[in-house]
């Protein structure tokens, strides 16, 4: 993500304050935009819309910055200039192009969030909601994870197939259950109330369980997020030459045998009218992240889990659905992913593309 240069700041610093800027200030707006090729067609912005969309982010941006600043701090995010760029460059076009897209279709859409551990996806849903709330849009945000079959029905799988030994990989989740949920979304009345199902994931000593839905008013846009939404199976060749921690017979087998599982989501995926990924730039920073979390957790007395146990959680998730296998050529994928938002070592955002742009190097 570019980084926003000294004038832009200082214009959006004294928006901050209730000075609005000049027509001239506004042109500037307008001409760096444009200026970032790569960006603008990733948002969708061009010479024709890009005033009307600018405007657009202008009055978004002085409604929300109070909030959105206050929920930074919270996140311990406090650099005035960090909290600018993302506002500016990344949260408000998202959350404008939404609401573009709700206008265009003249229905709910579904817009899919997909990324791996520690990627930011629910932080992201989470802000798109805030947004949106302010341009007068309601939404539902649902995860993945809410699909999760009973405690029950997956203490049967994994009877029938020791493998399973965690929840989370193609085959634990209920397909049918989030399809009628998402079906709901879209061909329910606009007073009619949404039962969106949820999980407990500390029921059973942490195995978690589905608890009572939460009935919800049908949303005017609908955020699905989950570390495979929109993953698609790949041809059974790809394990010819093993990725570790793929290594052993054994370890092929399982992965060939996720790779199957996932065609009973495609009627999933088919409902989703747009997919975003929050790709990290190397899929193994993963595990850096989860002990990163889990050494704070620990620190605070609560319970966590040890690097070495760590290192087994997350090989057990690459044998099942590899990101190298699976989520790298997907990004290369123009009719699948509309958007592809780069993750860095640091947590912070890298590049911002359309998959097949011209202008960009992916």
């Known amino acids: 993500m570019r980084k926003l240069d000294k004038t832009t700041i200082k214009i959006l610093q004294n928006w901050t304050q209730g000075k609005k800027p000049t027509e001239v200030e506004q042109e500037e707006l307008v001409a760096r935009e ?200 790949i041809n059974n060749n790809a394990f010819d030459t093993p990725i570790p921690p793929i290594e052993t017979i054994e370890d092929i087998q399982f992965a060939k045998d996720n790779n199957e599982r996932l065609k009973t989501y495609l009627p999933l995926w088919e409902k989703l009218d747009r997919l975003l990924v929050l790709y990290p730039k190397d899929y193994r920073y993963s595990k850096q992240w989860r002990k990163e979390a889990e050494h704070k957790m620990i620190a605070l007395g609560k319970t966590g889990m040890s690097d070495h146990k760590i290192e087994e959680f997350v090989d057990y998730f690459w044998r099942s659905l590899h990101p190298e296998l699976f989520i790298s050529p997907l990004i290369q994928n123009p009719d699948l992913v509309d958007l592809v938002i780069e993750i860095k070592g640091d947590r912070t955002y890298g590049d911002i593309y359309k998959p097949g742009s011209d202008n960009s190097t992916h």
Not at 105 to 112: C, M, S
Not at 156 to 162: E, S, W
Not at 201 to 220: H, M, T, Y
């Open 34 to 233: 444009l200026a970032d090729v790569a960006q603008s067609n990733a948002f969708e912005i061009n010479k024709d819309n890009c005033e009307k969309l600018i405007e657009a982010r202008s009055q978004l941006f002085c409604s929300v910055y109070k909030d959105v600043s206050e929920w930074c701090h919270s996140q311990a995010i406090q650099d005035e200039t960090e909290i600018l760029t993302l506002l500016w460059n990344l949260w408000l076009p998202l959350a404008v192009n939404l609401a573009e897209t709700r206008q265009q279709l003249g229905r709910t859409p579904i817009q899919g969030i997909l990324g791996g551990q520690g990627t930011g996806k629910t932080t992201l849903a989470l802000i798109l909601r805030l947004l949106l709330s302010h341009l007068g849009y309601t939404t539902a945000n649902i995860s993945l994870d809410d699909l999760y079959k009973t405690y029950a029905e997956r203490y049967k799988l994994k009877k029938n197939d020791p493998r399973l030994i965690w929840r989370g990989p193609p085959g634990t989740h209920d397909v049918y259950l989030g399809i009628k949920v998402l079906e709901q979304c879209l061909q329910g009345k606009s007073d009619e109330q949404i039962l969106i199902p949820r999980f407990d994931k500390s029921l059973f000593n942490g195995a978690g369980d589905r608890v009572k839905p939460e009935p919800i008013p049908k949303a005017d846009i609908v955020l699905f997020e989950g570390w495979f939404v929109g993953v698609r199976p």
